[in-house]
């Protein structure tokens, strides 16, 4: 299992930026799908983003597709979710998790919580409108 420790969380003005990170331990980071979900209040944590072990491809909820951004540094074994245009509606916890690619020969966008094993304590955005 993947350790994973978010950062960047705060309180933000509607329309602006924030880039929170996800830093993991281990060695075998690259081998690992990484991906954002958020909880708020009284919700289900739902899906944010992902982005896969072979080659880094992204995808996105189509709530945040066009406004969030996923990459990630292998050398650093960080993920980083880049977030513009931010409304009252993505004020939530911001949780980090990893699936390992076991037997996987091509990367699957995996977007259920179910499939990620590791999970991060979490990270507060605010949005204030």
């Known amino acids: 299992q993947v350790q994973l420790v978010e950062s960047g969380g705060r309180l933000v003005q509607a329309g602006g930026s924030l880039r929170l990170s996800c830093a993991a331990s281990?060695?075998?980071?690259?081998?690992?799908?990484m991906g954002w979900f958020r909880q708020a209040p009284g919700k289900e944590r739902e899906f944010v983003g992902g982005?896969?072990?072979?080659?880094?491809?992204?995808y996105y909820a189509a709530s945040v597709k066009g406004r969030f951004t996923i990459s990630r540094d292998d050398a650093k074994n960080t993920v980083y979710l880049q977030m513009n245009n931010l409304k009252a509606e993505d004020t939530a916890v911001y949780y980090c998790a990893a699936r390992f690619r076991f037997r996987d020969i091509v990367a699957v966008p995996y977007t259920s919580t179910a499939d990620f094993g590791s999970w991060g304590q979490g990270t507060q955005v605010t949005v204030s409108s």
């Open positions: 281990g060695r075998t980071f690259s081998s690992y799908t």
């Open positions: 982005i896969t072990w072979s080659g880094g491809s992204t």
